[in-house]
């Protein structure tokens, strides 16, 4: 950002940090401690971390993948009018049924075996195949039982563009 962009956002914000350029986290990453460091049960919703640099759209897709983030990955949610990425960590979460977006799909960040129930395409011990996206399941009006034996997993809602 310029100089006068920093100072405007500076002029109105209610809290303002500034970092060096050089650092181990993403703004986001820094962001999100920031927030957790002063409010714990902060519920984030994310706009405008998909597009743009695909290094960074990835970093934010990752985001629990930074441990000091980890232990609030059931508070974080990016949404971009499309699509609302959420994350289910380590054993067993319910999803409840989203009618906003048509589809649901699963990214297991580890290969570990991964059982989807409740939707419409149902993955168990009987019909498991390792994929790194489980994309287009969708929901029958009824909760979404999604079990990870480890890691966490990337839940994503979209919906087609209208």
């Not at 609302?84 to 799909?105: H, W």
């Amino acid at each position: 950002m310029t100089e006068e962009e920093r100072q405007v956002i500076q002029k109105r914000a209610q809290y303002f940090v500034q970092t060096r350029p050089e650092k181990d986290d993403t703004d986001l990453e820094l962001a999100l401690l920031t927030i957790f460091e002063q409010n714990p049960q902060a519920q984030i919703t994310i706009f405008g971390a998909l597009g743009g640099r695909i290094d960074h759209m990835l970093a934010n897709v990752f985001l629990p993948s930074n441990p000091k983030l980890a232990p609030y990955m059931r508070q974080i949610e990016i949404e971009d009018g499309q699509n609302l990425i959420a994350y289910c960590p380590e054993g067993t979460s319910q999803l409840e049924p989203r009618s906003d977006y048509d589809y649901l799909a699963f990214m297991p960040v580890r290969d570990s075996q991964l059982t989807i129930l409740g939707a419409k395409y149902e993955l168990t011990g009987e019909n498991f195949f390792f994929k790194k996206v489980y994309a287009s399941n969708e929901y029958i009006d009824r909760e979404v039982s999604v079990t990870c034996p480890d890691g966490y997993v990337v839940v994503l809602h979209s919906k087609d563009r209208r």
